[in-house]
């Protein structure tokens, strides 16, 4: 580790808002932001317990296509999604050879998702123009990519995520908020996201702990599931956001459990 860094993890340590730490101000907006764009909806639960499990609207019957780059060993959430809607999953990941599971509804692509389409990434734009399915508006995609998400959320047009009725993205490396230009980027991605969508489910990953500094908390790593607003009315059920939701689960068996910090989603 560097000097440089070593002074950075003392610093944060001890409660010192360095020049390279952004101000409790500027993060206190982005949560408020996050709250604000909170809504409550009826969910159910796709892909089944434990990792590759969501939390999402019941908008299946709107949804013709799912996008899921990130497939790594496990695709009970595709295979979910075809059993009982008849769904066709489009899946993407350069780790694996093949899915991990057959089905007639998928169609896998040995691509990483990226900012940019050669070798072995591909776009999400060009992914969804290759399948032909540019004018769809009745998509859904579930993005776990391990850090990648942000170059995809950054290159990507709000255009291009509005075809998209409900999104869940796992973010990750989220204790970097606490750093200016990071929390930077992460803002303008979610006022992207914003523009489309509202929220209506966060829920850690137990995987990795929680970041705090000075009162505030924020879990390394995040799912998050989106309505496009259009379909708020709908769903909207018009309660209060409560976590930890009934339907929850640990991500990962062997590690305690965590629970959603308040200050992402207590209105009061």
């Known amino acids: 580790m560097s000097i440089g860094s070593k002074v950075k993890q003392a610093a944060f340590k001890n409660h010192y808002w360095t020049e390279k730490l952004n101000s409790k101000v500027e993060l206190h907006e982005f949560l408020e932001q996050f709250r604000s764009n909170y809504i409550s909806c009826d969910l159910i639960r796709i892909g089944g317990e434990g990792d590759g499990g969501y939390l999402i609207p019941n908008?299946?019957?709107?949804i013709s296509y799912c996008f899921s780059p990130g497939v790594d060993y496990t695709a009970n959430f595709e295979k979910e999604l075809s059993e009982k809607f008849g769904i066709k999953s489009f899946m993407a990941d350069a780790s694996v050879e093949k899915a991990p599971l057959a089905d007639k509804n998928f169609d896998f692509i040995p691509k990483f998702l990226g900012a940019h389409s050669r070798k072995n990434f591909i776009t999400l734009?060009?992914?969804?123009?290759?399948n032909n399915l540019e004018s769809c508006t009745n998509l859904l995609?579930?993005?776990?990519?391990?850090?990648?998400e942000y170059d995809v959320l950054i290159y990507e047009k709000s255009q291009t995520l509005a075809s998209f009725s409900a999104m869940v993205i796992e973010f990750h490396n989220l204790q970097k908020l606490f750093t200016n230009d990071f929390l930077k980027m992460v803002s303008a991605i979610f006022e992207k996201i914003y523009k489309n969508f509202s929220i209506c489910h966060v829920h850690p990953n137990n995987c990795c702990g929680i970041a705090s500094l000075d009162g505030i908390e924020v879990p390394r790593v995040i799912e998050v599931t989106f309505i496009r607003n259009d379909l708020v009315d709908e769903f909207n059920n018009g309660d209060r956001v409560a976590l930890p939701h009934p339907l929850d689960s640990k991500n990962v068996d062997k590690h305690d459990d965590i629970a959603m910090p308040s200050q992402w989603w207590n209105k009061d």
Do not use: P
């Not at 995609?141 to 990648?148: K, R």
């Open 141 to 148: 995609l579930q993005m776990d990519i391990e850090g990648g």
């Open 125 to 130: 734009s060009d992914w969804i123009s290759q």
């Open 59 to 62: 908008v299946f019957d709107k």
